[in-house]
Antibody, heavy 121, light 107 residues
Framework: QVQLVESGGGVVQPGGSLRLSCATS????????MDWVRQAPGKGLEWVAL????????NYPDSVRGRFIISRDNSKNTVYLQMNSLIPEDTAVYYC??????????????WGQGTPLTVSS | DIHMTQSPSSLSAAVGDRVTITCRAS??????LAWYQQKPGKAPELLIY???RLLSGVPSRFSGSGSGREFTLTISALQPEDFATFYC?????????FGPGTKVDIK
């Protein structure tokens, strides 16, 4: 079955950096776009990054563009999120999500359990 | 950015009730709309995509309709496991955006 397992969350000081990982199994990783979606405590969902199946296309919302970088290693079935210049507003649970089987960007048909990030001094 | 709204923000319903949630987009998104269910402490789960297509394995009591700017999610007969928060999300254009959520709890 499809599995996505995030890791790498923690507590970071403002201005710091952190890299999240999402290890996947149970499907042909190289055939799917992958995304990160976050949820601040008690709040709704916010999409933060997309990477195409081949890794050549990325997109971000303005809230993280220039600070976050998504990448993937198709040989390891893993997607990453490098987060730099972190601010308290980045505090959230970060979910890894799989793009659907039809190659549609923005349809997230499987999700990991999430990894929490706290940005605080 | 496309702004998504949902109504109501919360509702109380009984097992067996028919429940309808409305989602509106700030501009035409065609049928590029998805619905997700999130239970407390859990990740969201996709229910419906392309406005009305049920993901394989999702119970048929869930249905979606609409196009353009107005969409609905209907649960035909609420079950105990359906109590959760429901989010709509547009996939028409970047940045992808979610509605604020509708919390469905037990009456």
């Amino acid at each position: 079955q499809v599995q996505l397992v995030e890791s790498g969350g923690g507590v970071v000081q403002p201005g710091g950096s952190l890299r999240l990982s999402c290890a996947t199994s149970g499907f042909t990783f190289k055939s799917h776009a992958m995304d990160w979606v976050r949820q601040a405590p008690g709040k709704g969902l916010e999409w933060v990054a997309l990477i195409s199946s081949d890794g050549y296309y990325e997109n971000y919302p303005d809230s993280v563009r220039g600070r976050f970088i998504i990448s993937r290693d198709n040989s390891k079935n893993t997607v990453y999120l490098q987060m730099n210049s972190l601010i308290p507003e980045d505090t959230a649970v970060y979910y890894c999500a799989r793009g659907n089987d039809y190659g549609d960007y923005g349809v997230f048909d499987s999700w990991g359990q999430g990894t929490p990030l706290t940005v605080s001094s | 950015d496309i702004h998504m709204t949902q109504s109501p923000s919360s509702l109380s319903a009984a097992v067996g009730d028919r429940v309808t949630i409305t989602c509106r987009a700030s501009q035409d998104i065609g049928n590029w709309l998805a619905w997700y269910q999130q239970k407390p402490g859990k990740a969201p789960e996709l229910l419906i995509y392309a406005a009305s297509r049920l993901l394989s394995g999702v119970p048929s009591r869930f249905s979606g309709s609409g196009s353009g700017r107005e969409f609905t999610l209907t649960i035909s007969a609420l079950q105990p496991e359906d109590f959760a928060t429901f989010y709509c999300q547009q996939a028409n254009s970047f940045p992808f955006t979610f509605g604020p959520g509708t919390k469905v709890d037990i009456k």
